[in-house]
T-cell receptor, first 113, second 117 residues
Framework: KAGVTQTPRYLIKTRGQQVTLSCSPI?????VSWYQQTPGQGLQFLFE???????NKGNFPGRFSGRQFSNSRSEMNVSTLELGDSALYLC????????????FGPGTRLTVL | AQKVTQAQTEISVVEKEDVTLDCVYETRDTTYYLFWYKQPPSGELVFLIR??????QNEISGRYSWNFQKSTSSFNFTITASQVVDSAVYFCALIPNYGGSQGNLIFGKGTKLSVKP
């Protein structure tokens, strides 16, 4: 079974721009969670989607948004990029969310200049 | 409050040494799940183990073993006869089992393990 895939793997943007990251879950998994990893804050939960619905959201500003499609693929968008948004963005999938084991993708490394 | 503490920021050992990574958690819930993940330099988090709060049996998988003690809220991870390939950052994580916690893994800050040949 193919693992979680994320595209692109690397991105360089400038302040004020917006960016869209994509995540394809493991086949059969319907829940997708997103995390931001930075050296200072560590791994922080952004949001979780199941059946095209956002079920849970972390403590991030509204510039961070996401969506999920009917095939469970998910995208996250960050608008009006700030320098502090530079991070590794990790996507994880699980069968149905809640307390299921999450399997992670390789991440997208975003650099904001 | 839900919290995971990994007090060891970095550990360095020589190959074949045993090493234990500590994890202490806080949760008000009686039902919860604990995890360990490994993050090699490539960045991907690799799932190692999942344990629920009602199962305090220790687990061994090859050179890896886990010691779960509810009395001390700890879920420690031991690597026996460490190898260079074990070098990575290891994360302990928690999900409590209550509404509103869907899909939200609470991570510790991680322990960077360096195994030298």
């Amino acid at each position: 079974k193919a693992g979680v895939t994320q595209t692109p793997r690397y991105l360089i943007k400038t302040r004020g721009q917006q960016v869209t990251l994509s995540c394809s879950p493991i086949s059969g998994h319907r829940s997708v969670s997103w995390y931001q990893q930075t050296p200072g804050q560590g791994l922080q939960f952004l949001f979780e989607y199941f059946s095209e619905t956002q079920r849970n959201k972390g403590n991030f500003p509204g510039r961070f948004s996401g969506r999920q499609f009917s095939n469970s693929r998910s995208e996250m968008n960050v608008s009006t990029l700030e320098l502090g948004d530079s991070a590794l963005y990790l996507c994880a999938s699980s069968l149905s969310g809640f307390t299921d084991t999450q399997y992670f993708g390789p991440g997208t490394r975003l650099t904001v200049l | 409050a839900q919290k995971v503490t990994q007090a060891q920021t970095e550990i360095s050992v020589v190959e074949k040494e045993d090493v234990t990574l500590d994890c202490v958690y806080e949760t008000r819930d009686t039902t919860y799940y604990l995890f360990w993940y490994k993050q090699p330099p490539s960045g991907e988090l690799v799932f190692l183990i999942r344990r629920n709060s009602f199962d305090e049996q220790n687990e061994i998988s090859g050179r890896y073993s886990w010691n779960f003690q509810k009395s001390t809220s700890s879920f420690n991870f031991t690597i026996t006869a460490s190898q260079v390939v074990d070098s990575a950052v290891y994360f302990c994580a928690l999900i409590p089992n209550y509404g509103g916690s869907q899909g939200n893994l609470i991570f510790g800050k991680g322990t960077k393990l360096s195994v030298k040949p």
